[in-house]
């Protein structure tokens, strides 16, 4: 059988990778090139597509130089891409939505939380759409971002041609088709895919009647073709114009197609990066209160999905990593020795745990640093350190980094919690991302939830989920599953240490506590005026 080769490009948040894969799975190349963030002021953050699509040119073109394979054998390209919102004028231009109207600024970024007044607004409409989220929006979803670019700068908003997904931009560059992915759209656009229809009485109630003019009309399933690479887009990638492009995914929906897709019922998802996002699906719609969906068909066709999610993982642990005082001292070391820092931070966890049994015994993390996006629902949260002592150096860095990852890995666990009591059975966890990484964050997951971790073979799974896309929109396998069973390798497994159980279900206490606590702090400051 001729070989066949299926690209998948992931567009992060800090960076673009590529991969190339066969029909077995086996990766062949991979590249990563850095992108740009900007940050105007607080909450705002913003991308540049120009930045980002320059990148994907550079990657997917190298990374076909690196497989070194026959560019007639690549059958088929897929894109995954953080759910950031990208305004197009006419002609294709960028349109600025920064408020100094720099035109390169014409990405609001996921992670932006500027609009928290129009989410306020949206959520106020008590409209039944809401129901399919979780029962409100987050400020980290499309509607309220394009309201606040509605509310402050109406002109730009009626200059604007096209909103789009990253993912789905991403699609429209590679193929000049005006398109759009059931995923971004159901999980992002407040779009109710089981009805194919958006709610016309909330876009009215909020004054966004005419958004679905910006928005493509054509809605791809996931799975399907978009089209072919445009001759110049192919030239950009050293490949040719018979290239299927699948339709757009979301980030954390690739990892999870590629994690869930071989056997999707009961395997809940975890895919670990700058963000945190927990994707399980079922045959029956799940109402969860604080975790978004159901979604219909947003990540395998024919399943409902339920996403939960932590606006910061990976992000607060090189934050607080990067505000001790130690850490200059740390960053030294680390280049000096040609180790990662966090390397050095486990050993010294290592050496800390032969002394005390549980460093963090007393030191408590609330992580909810950029709100607390699932269950709680609250981007207003903030996070929170009990038992600070004025302990210095290494050891007290160490300590640090230790309790910031069990309060990520209590997150994870009061989600599952959440997930199980509205109704869903959880029967195996499976992981993928930064985190697969580093051991200590592994072992501190297993412990916190009391459930076994399986890890894929491939650690960039959210490519290989990418690549799947493509490997079924251009006819290769007949589904997910049947690619899912060909393309993704189990890999290793993690285990729950049970003499560790009684330490975590106490700190857990503690993680949900303090939660309550700052809601009455929060009550004092307000009744004083």
Known sequence: MEQQYFIGVDAGSASVRAAVFDQHGKRHAFSVRPIQQFH?????VEQSSTNIWAQVCTTVKEVVTLANINPIEVKSIGFDATCSLVAVAAKGRPLSVAENGNPEHDIIMW???????????????????????G?????????????????HFPQRYQDVWRFFDLADFLVWKATAADVVSTCTLTCKWNYLAHQKQFSEKLLHEVGLDDLTDKVPSTILELGEKAGYLTAEVAKDFGLHTEVVVAGGIIDAHAGGLALAGAYPEGCL????????????VSSSPVMVPGVWGPYFGAMLPGYWLNE???????????WSIRQHNSWQELETEAKASGHQYYQLLNEAIARLEKQEKYPTVHLHILADHH???SPRANPNAKGMVSGLTLENGRDALARYYLATLQSIAYGTRHIIDALVEAGHQINRLAICGGATKNPLWLREYTNATGREIHLPQEEDAVNLGSALLGAVACGFFADFTQAAKSMVR???????????????QAKYQVYLQMYHDQQQYNEIMQACG
Request: aromatic share 6%; proline share 6%; charged share 20%.
């Open 269 to 280: 998802v975890i895919i670990g990066g700058t963000s945190n996002c927990h994707m399980i």
């Open 40 to 44: 105007p002021k607080v909450n705002f």
């Open 111 to 133: 992670m932006d939380h500027r609009a928290i007044k129009e989410t306020i607004t949206i959520n106020q409409t008590n409209d039944p759409a809401l129901c399919y989220a």
């Open 490 to 504: 189990d890999g290793s497994v993690i285990k729950p240490q049970k003499e560790t159980f009684l330490f975590h």
């Open 371 to 373: 709100g607390n996006r």
């Open 135 to 151: 029962g409100e929006v987050s400020p980290e979803m499309e509607l309220p971002k394009i309201l606040w670019l509605k509310n």
């Open 308 to 318: 939960g999610g932590q606006s910061a993982a990976g992000a607060l642990v090189e």
